[in-house]
C-alpha cells in the first residue's frame, strides 16, 4: 500500500507518522512541493504542514494542484490525513473557508479538547478527554460541511475534525519533544517578531516528551484506520 506524503518544508516531515504508517503496512512515497496524477488512487494521502497558506496558491501554484488532488479523493472517498496547512487544506477541498485566525498565533506546548464525538470515534475514542500537542498556526478554517468535530482549544475551535474516511489535525501529533525543539530553534527569529519567548516556549517540552508515548499510541491506530480503509476499496 502507498502512503503519499505532501512535504512542503524540508524540516516538516512525518515525523512519528512515518514509521506507525510503515507498521501498518504502507510504504511512503515523498512530494517535495510538487504532485502527481497517480496520487489520486494512492491507498493513503498524507499532507504536512508549511509556512504558506491556503489562500497564497497564487505564490505557490502547488497549493492549487494539491486542492485538486484533495477535491477529487474525497469526491471518489479516498483515505486523506491532514496536518496543520494539511488539515486546512483539506478543508478547502470539502468547501471550507481558510483565513486568519483573530485569536492569534498558536504556538508551544498544549492541551486540545476531544468532544464528545471524538469519545465515539473509532480512532480517537482512547484518547484522554486532554491531549497535550505541538501546536504551531495562525490561520485556521470555518466548520467543514457534513464533517465532524473532533477537537477544541481555547484558542481556536477548529482543531480536528473527519469526513468520511479522512481526518483533519490542525495541531501536530507528529511531533517529538526534539523535533519541536529543533523548530524553535530553526524559527528562533520569527517568533522573536512575534514577539514570543523561546525560553518559555522550550520549558514546555517536557509536558510533550511525557505525551509522545500517548500520542504513539493515536498515530498507530490512525494508521491501522487507514490500512483497513485501503483494505475496504
Known amino acids: 500500500m502507498?502512503?503519499?506524503v505532501f512535504q512542503h518544508e524540508e524540516h516538516e516531515g512525518p515525523g512519528l507518522l512515518g514509521p506507525v504508517l510503515q507498521a501498518a503496512g504502507f510504504s511512503l512515497v515523498h512530494r517535495f512541493r510538487t504532485v502527481r496524477r497517480?496520487?489520486?488512487?494512492?491507498?493513503?494521502?498524507?499532507?504536512?504542514?508549511?509556512?504558506?497558506?491556503?489562500?497564497?496558491?497564487?505564490?505557490?501554484?502547488?497549493?492549487?494542484?494539491?486542492?485538486?488532488?484533495?477535491?477529487?479523493?474525497?469526491?471518489?472517498?479516498?483515505?486523506?490525513?491532514?496536518?496543520?496547512l494539511g488539515a486546512q487544506l483539506l478543508a478547502a477541498a470539502?468547501?471550507?473557508?481558510?483565513?486568519?485566525?483573530?485569536?492569534?498565533?498558536e504556538v508551544g506546548v498544549g492541551p486540545v479538547r476531544w468532544t464528545p464525538a471524538a469519545?465515539?470515534?473509532?480512532?480517537?475514542?482512547?484518547?484522554?478527554?486532554?491531549?497535550?500537542?505541538a501546536h504551531w498556526h495562525g490561520d485556521t478554517h470555518a466548520p467543514v460541511p457534513d464533517a465532524t468535530l473532533l477537537a477544541s482549544t481555547d484558542r481556536y475551535t477548529q482543531q480536528a475534525f473527519r469526513l468520511g474516511p479522512s481526518y483533519g489535525f490542525q495541531f501536530h501529533l507528529e511531533l517529538?519533544?526534539?523535533?519541536?525543539?529543533?523548530?524553535?530553534?530553526?524559527?528562533a527569529d520569527d517568533l522573536q517578531q512575534r514577539e514570543k519567548s523561546l525560553q518559555e516556549l522550550k520549558a514546555q517540552l517536557p509536558r510533550l516528551k511525557a505525551a509522545e508515548a500517548d500520542n504513539t499510541e493515536l498515530l498507530h491506530r490512525l494508521a491501522h484506520h487507514f490500512a483497513r480503509a485501503a483494505v475496504g476499496r
Open 119 to 133: 469519545q465515539q470515534d473509532p480512532v480517537l475514542s482512547a484518547a484522554r478527554p486532554r491531549t497535550v500537542v
Open 2 to 4: 502507498r502512503a503519499v
Open 94 to 105: 470539502a468547501g471550507a473557508d481558510v483565513f486568519p485566525g483573530k485569536n492569534g498565533f
Open 176 to 187: 517529538t519533544a526534539t523535533e519541536l525543539g529543533r523548530w524553535y530553534d530553526l524559527e
Open 38 to 84: 497517480e496520487d489520486v488512487d494512492a491507498e493513503l494521502l498524507v499532507v504536512m504542514g508549511g509556512r504558506m497558506a491556503v489562500y497564497e496558491s497564487d505564490q505557490h501554484p502547488f497549493l492549487r494542484e494539491e486542492l485538486g488532488i484533495l477535491m477529487d479523493r474525497l469526491a471518489y472517498e479516498r483515505p486523506c490525513l491532514g496536518i496543520c
